[in-house]
């Protein structure tokens, strides 16, 4: 996750309103909505560590748990089939099925975490062609540019 930010185990997410010209946040991976914000960068991560600590702070006053955002256990329906499957080939494979899911959990994660999302765009550009001599045309070619369908009748045109 590139647009967040980490502290004393939570995470903190990194976002920006144009609207407001401000930056802004909430904490991740918890129920509890918990928010913040700055106008700089060090003044978001500031105000993340404030918002953690307040939290923190008013779980333990009001004797409410604070939301821990991993605890290292999740329950998973998988439908009794797939359970049968999975413990089968945890068998096989020497490993009690807590083991055999956390290696498939780690692998699917190693697997995701190492695709890149690549952006590709284009923009459509118009030329006005009035007094461009064919010369700065073949130019413009050349240079992968591509001019409009029609420009060699428009420069013989003008001849």
Request: hydrophobic share 35%; net charge negative; proline share 4%.
């Amino acid at each position: 996750m590139a647009d967040c930010m980490q502290y004393n185990g939570y995470t903190g997410s990194v976002e920006f309103s144009f609207e407001d010209g401000c930056l802004y946040g909430r904490l991740l991976f918890i129920d509890d909505l918990i928010t913040y914000e700055g106008e700089t960068l060090p003044q978001l991560e500031s105000s993340f560590h404030e918002a953690v600590e307040r939290y923190v702070a008013d779980c333990l006053e009001t004797g409410r748990p604070a939301n821990k955002p991993y605890s290292g256990t999740f329950n998973v329906r998988i439908g009794p089939e797939l359970h049968r499957q999975a413990a089968q080939a945890a068998y096989k494979a020497g490993v009690k099925l807590n083991e055999f899911v956390t290696n498939a959990v780690r692998q699917a994660v190693e697997i995701l975490g190492s695709i890149h999302v690549n952006h590709h765009h284009e923009h459509d550009v118009n030329i006005s062609l009035q007094g461009v001599e064919e010369s700065a045309l073949l130019k413009l070619s050349a240079s992968g540019a591509k001019p409009p369908e029609d420009w060699q009748t428009m420069v013989q045109t003008r001849h």
